[in-house]
């Protein structure tokens, strides 16, 4: 379900951080797909009733219901490049990963300044 949405039909750094975190639209996209499957099935029909046909929720209107602050992002991208230095000591990619790493902790340190924004240089928007 996320091969679609990539550039190029491949599960790349657009939907998954680090092998295994999605970015705020892969999550986006698999809590999409699980509602609609959810909904089809009828499962939760006889308990909940019908679904309503509500409007879309769009992937900027989940965000902003979440209510994701700059140190939000800050934090999550320091954790990613954490993650990203241990997976390198357990990989044969410890070089490529630290290079991720460094990224993300740069990325990091620049919403924490305010050098820029959510949504430039490479980041997740959440406004």
């Known amino acids: 379900m996320l091969r679609p949405e990539t550039p190029h039909g491949i599960i790349d750094r657009s939907m998954i951080h680090d092998n295994v975190h999605p970015t705020l639209r892969g999550f986006y996209l698999i809590a999409m797909h699980a509602a609609d499957q959810i909904s089809q099935s009828g499962i939760l029909a006889p308990k909940l009733g019908a ?46 990963r630290k290079r991720e790493a460094d990224e ?20 997740e928007r959440i406004d």
Do not use: C, F, M
């Open 104 to 123: 993300y902790d740069r990325k990091s340190q620049q919403l924490k300044s305010g050098e820029i924004k959510p949504g430039q240089n490479g980041t």
């Open 51 to 96: 679904p309503h046909n509500a409007a879309p929720v769009t992937l900027l209107d989940a965000v902003k219901a979440q209510k994701l602050s700059v140190g939000d992002l800050v934090d999550a991208y320091h954790h990613t490049a954490d993650d990203l230095r241990w997976l390198g000591r357990l990989r044969w990619d410890e070089s490529r």
